[in-house]
């Protein structure tokens, strides 16, 4: 009885968890789906979050790659008078991305909701 109560009150701290990173990111950021990206991208900057390795295996087409891992001294590249798009391969880098880019003043930010990993739209691979 006590091992189920135990595996209840974790998935319960989990949930939660999962919970307030959702409140979280929608204080900072619009979560969008290919759809809305799709009516977004021509007035948005596209940021690509991963490693460059995986950028130059295939990325969203007219994305830039901004890994997570140097955004911190890259980020004043970013333009803050557009909107922003961040995609990582899931959503993970892209809501930590968004909470530091909108401590830093950039007012309008947008979450690919499906990341990479899900993409469907036209992509781009950087020749060997």
């Not at 135990?6 to 900072?28: A, C, E, H």
């Not at 295939?58 to 922003?84: E, M, N, W």
């Amino acid at each position: 009885m006590s091992f189920l109560i135990t595996v209840l009150v974790i998935v319960i701290v989990w949930g939660g968890w999962l919970l307030f990173n959702r409140y979280r990111l929608n204080q900072v950021a619009t979560l969008i789906d290919e759809n809305q990206f799709t009516q977004l991208k021509r007035r948005a900057q596209i940021i690509d979050l991963r490693e460059k390795r995986d950028f130059d295996a295939g990325h969203i087409l007219g994305a830039r790659s901004v890994p997570y891992s140097t955004l911190k001294q890259l980020y004043g590249d970013i333009r803050s008078d557009l909107p922003v798009i961040l995609y990582d391969q899931g959503q993970t880098l892209s809501s930590r991305a968004a909470s530091f880019l909108h401590k830093k003043g950039y007012p309008t930010i947008y979450v690919l909701k499906s990341g990479y990993r899900n993409w469907n739209g036209k992509t781009k691979k950087r020749d060997a």
